[in-house]
């Protein structure tokens, strides 16, 4: 089955502390992984594409395909990083544009 | 460049009605999506449109058709609604070719609620 996984609903952390968001999947192909976030009253966005290899607003996620896992990752939260945030699969090969949604964690930094 | 648009943002339609939503993507994207988002179920995938031919659908009832014009605009259906329809519907624009996909820009959505 198709799936992505986003155990906490919920991640709630003081300013200035380190950010893990995590996401998993299952995937019989070879998947292309991103991340979106929506922060409040704004529309989905796109934070990171697992082919990039970028480091957004210092957001960083690696692909770990052992562990079929794409966790997000921040070193030092900041107040304005509270927003939700998505994980999303799609299909590797290019001729789709369905992206399957996890969903979604909301991180709430604290001052 | 403009970012995707949607109207309307807001409607308000009665079980057993139609109802026909709009999306018009990034200037020079020719690959429409288009997504279910509600609090139970979160976003769920409806069908994908690229140079006016459906390529993908999700796993959705009859009611829920789209279409694509030639201009890339696109525009979702859904007949005879019920309370459950009730969501944001979103879509989302990208570069696409046969082979290749860009990333998805999203537009702000359009919230349906069906009394």
């Known amino acids: 089955a198709q799936r992505v996984t986003q155990p906490e609903k919920l991640l709630s952390v003081f300013k200035g502390a380190p950010v893990e968001l995590k996401c998993n999947y299952s995937y019989s192909g070879s998947p292309e992984l991103f991340w979106y976030v929506q922060y409040s009253r704004q529309r989905l966005q796109l934070l990171l594409r697992h082919i990039s290899r970028e480091s957004i607003k210092g957001f960083t996620a690696d692909l770990n395909k052992g562990e079929t896992s794409f966790h997000l990752k921040k070193p030092f939260a900041q107040e304005e990083d509270s927003a939700m945030y998505y994980c999303a699969l799609r299909d590797g090969s290019g001729n789709t544009g369905k992206l399957i949604f996890g969903q979604g964690t909301t991180l709430q930094v604290k001052p | 460049k403009a970012g995707v648009t949607q109207t309307p943002r807001y409607l308000i339609k009665t079980r057993g009605q139609q109802v026909t939503l709009s999306c018009s993507p990034i200037s020079g994207h020719r690959s429409v999506s288009w997504y279910q988002q509600t609090p139970g179920q979160g976003l769920q995938f409806l069908f994908e449109?690229?140079?006016?031919?459906?390529?993908n659908k999700g796993n959705f009832p009859g009611r829920f058709s789209g279409r694509q014009f030639s201009n890339s605009r696109s525009e979702m259906n859904v007949s005879t609604l019920e309370l459950g329809d009730s969501a944001l519907y979103l879509c989302a624009s990208s570069l696409r070719t046969l082979t290749r996909n860009s990333e998805q820009y999203f537009g702000p959505g359009t919230r349906l609620t069906v009394t």
């Open positions: 449109y690229f140079s006016e031919t459906q390529r």
